[in-house]
């Protein structure tokens, strides 16, 4: 977040994926973990989602259920308000396959959504782009 401090969200404890968010920073040699308490609306539990930072916030793309439903949804992490937000598509806009295990970087005011698992021998080759201005 510039200042070095991070989040953790999503992912296994105990064989479950979870749904917290975890604010850490360093003190020193130290690092500092304290849990963010999140209200409604939040994303569903998942793993093997992609992040992407944009100034303070958070954007997370797709992921796993429990019952290992893909999904393709994103929502964005608001760091100064600890609060989730998800982003609609309308009913025009172009809305991405579900995968899990993809790759996201951010460049610019773009982030850039690559490949992924659809089904376990469907591997994705795709590219999508999510412009944070439009």
């Given at each position: 977040?510039?200042?070095?401090?991070?989040?953790?969200?999503?992912?296994y404890v105990d064989g479950s994926?979870?749904?917290?968010?975890?604010?850490?920073?360093?003190?020193?040699?130290?690092?500092?973990?304290?849990?963010?308490?999140?209200?409604?609306?939040?994303?569903?539990?998942?793993?093997?989602?992609?992040?992407?930072?944009?100034?303070?916030?958070?954007?997370?793309?797709?992921?796993?259920?429990?019952?290992?439903?893909?999904?393709?949804?994103?929502?964005?992490?608001?760091?100064?308000?600890?609060?989730?937000?998800?982003?609609?598509?309308?009913?025009?806009?172009?809305?991405?396959?579900?995968?899990?295990?993809?790759?996201?970087?951010?460049?610019?005011?773009?982030?850039?959504?690559?490949?992924?698992?659809?089904?376990?021998?469907?591997?994705?080759?795709?590219?999508?782009?999510?412009?944070?201005?439009?």
């Amino acid at each position: 977040m510039g200042d070095g401090s991070f989040i953790v969200s999503g992912g296994y404890v105990d064989g479950s994926r979870v749904d917290e968010v975890i604010g850490c920073k360093h003190e020193g040699a130290t690092l500092l973990a304290d849990p963010v308490i999140i209200d409604e609306p939040r994303p569903s539990a998942r793993a093997s989602v992609s992040f992407g930072v944009y100034g303070r916030k958070v954007f997370m793309f797709g992921g796993q259920e429990d019952d290992n439903r893909k999904l393709n949804d994103m929502w964005c992490f608001n760091c100064d308000e600890d609060s989730w937000t998800q982003i609609e598509c309308g009913p025009d806009d172009f809305k991405p396959t579900p995968r899990s295990g993809h790759t996201t970087v951010v460049h610019g005011q773009k982030m850039y959504i690559f490949g992924g698992i659809l089904e376990l021998t469907h591997e994705l080759n795709d590219l999508v782009v999510y412009d944070f201005e439009t």
